[in-house]
């Protein structure tokens, strides 16, 4: 779990056992980051559609821009200021594509939580500095 600026630099990262739903994550993950930046929008995909996170969202000053879950009834569609907002949510993916094809997320060769923890880590580490260096050039 990651929150990443619009350079795509990653912020803060969670890492967590894949047993663990991606919402339960979110709040700890959005006060991480508030305290590292200031921002506006928390973008977000239907998997993030609970009431808590919007409430913890808007208590921190925060626009939540979070995918609607239609629960089984269909698409629920967006605003078209929310939808041209949302867009910009394809960093984060692009983050988590990169992560996995490029920094080794996608084939972890080692056993064990902080193994792994430190695989990924890395990862992070080194696709921070490389998107770094792909800014400054």
Do not use: W
């Amino acid at each position: 779990h990651a929150d990443v600026n619009d350079c795509c630099l990653p912020i803060s990262v969670a890492l967590t056992a894949a047993s663990v739903h991606d919402s339960q994550v979110a709040i700890p993950l959005i006060k991480m980051t508030s305290q590292r930046v200031d921002y506006l929008y928390d973008l977000m995909d239907a998997a993030y559609d609970a009431k808590p996170i919007y409430e913890v969202s808007h208590s921190l000053g925060h626009v939540p821009i979070i995918d609607k879950n239609g629960r089984g009834q269909g698409v629920i569609p967006m605003a078209p200021h929310e939808a041209a907002r949302y867009r910009e949510r394809s960093v984060a993916e692009r983050f988590n594509s990169r992560l996995k094809e490029d920094f080794g997320a996608g084939n972890v060769m080692v056993r064990g939580a902080e193994k792994v923890r430190l695989h990924l880590m890395f990862g992070v580490i080194a696709l921070f500095a490389d998107q770094l260096l792909k800014l400054i050039s």
